[in-house]
């Protein structure tokens, strides 16, 4: 798979080579942003799982996607002699090369560094913090490629116009109301993770005293959804993560758990709050206008965090 917005072939090109989830994926864009600062004039891609190669293109500094999966990245952990011919046309044709994959295995690092003729450099996927656990992920990666992480700015997911238009339709087939729009992600990569579902109820049905609500599910939550439909209110399911990232946009604000999918609301510059519980906020809180709350809080303290949040937004957009 290959996510294109258009090539010239006479451009330098740069490829980001990240095998990460999405909440991973969002941590690491400040450093993509500071690669394509560095490598001013060149195209950057980006080799990622397939929905996150389609994400990034064209709504971050990637310009083009390329799926982890393809053949020429599974020869590269071949055991045979040379180089593989289909890995070298791929990866030759680039300027350079920074790989946060495989970093620790050897022969992953000789092949990609002969199909590529040596310009790449690896760099850890989950880069350790400085030993006073208050680096946060997405600075560790900017020092990892040996940039600044002072300021460390939120990462920045630009939805396009398809995106506001899917979710614009999304929410109006659900009779939203965009106006006082607050959207639920009551999921994550593990259940674990997540705020307890009856708690997730309870702040829907204060929410919806004052706003309208709706419930975001994943492909990983449809359990959730009969739960979730017996509030009578509205729940999306099974949305690109585009329509996700234009959802949040064009909301209020959002409450969601530590997943990967609050990280992409705050990257689309939504306000919200995301309750943790086992990580670290320090390390693997979204970036952004976001108010970071721990499991054991209350629905009713949830409700009045975001409304902290939108209010205060509200003052200082009037105030402009």
């Known amino acids: 798979m290959t996510t294109t917005l258009g090539m010239n072939c006479s451009v330098k090109r740069v490829l980001v080579i990240f095998p990460g989830a999405l909440g991973d994926f969002v941590c ?3 450093a993509i942003e500071a690669l394509a600062m560095r490598h001013r004039g060149c195209v950057i891609e980006l080799m990622a799982r397939a929905e996150l190669a389609r994400l990034a ?4 500094a990637v310009a083009r996607g390329h799926s982890i999966d393809a053949p020429h990245v599974s020869a590269l ?3 045979s002699d040379g180089v593989n011919l289909n890995a070298r046309d791929f990866f030759a044709g680039y300027e350079r090369i920074y790989s946060f994959f495989a970093s620790n295995d050897a022969n992953f690092r000789m092949r990609l560094g002969g199909a590529s003729g040596g310009k790449v450099s690896f760099h850890p996927f989950r880069p350790i913090d400085d030993g006073s656990h208050e680096l946060h992920v997405a600075a560790a990666y900017l020092r990892s490629i040996g940039e600044s992480d002072a300021p460390l700015l939120h990462p920045q997911i630009e939805p ?3 995106d506001l238009r899917a979710a614009a339709d999304a929410l109006a087939k659900a009779r939203c109301n965009l106006s006082t729009l607050i959207a639920i992600f009551p999921g994550s990569g593990s259940p674990a993770k997540n705020w307890p579902l009856d708690k997730f109820e309870a702040l829907a049905r204060i929410l919806s005293e004052r706003a309208n609500v709706v419930f975001i599910l994943g492909p990983a939550e449809s359990a959730m959804e009969k739960t979730l439909r017996e509030c009578e209110l509205p729940v999306l399911k099974d949305l690109d993560l585009g329509t996700v990232a234009g959802i949040a946009r064009l909301a209020t ?3 969601g758990n530590d997943s990967g999918v609050s990280h992409l609301a705050a990257g689309a510059d939504a306000r919200g709050v995301v309750i943790f519980g ?3 906020p320090q390390r693997w809180r979204p970036l952004g206008r976001i108010a970071v709350l721990g499991q054991q809080v209350a629905p009713d303290e949830v409700a009045a965090a975001l409304m902290l ?3 205060r937004h509200a003052c200082e957009k009037h105030s402009r």
């Open 160 to 162: 396009n116009r398809e």
């Open 77 to 79: 952990f071949s055991e």
């Open 57 to 60: 293109a064209g709504r971050t």
């Open 278 to 280: 086992l990580s670290d």
């Open 28 to 30: 690491v864009l400040p």
């Open 309 to 311: 949040i939108i209010n």
């Open 253 to 255: 604000g959002f409450v």
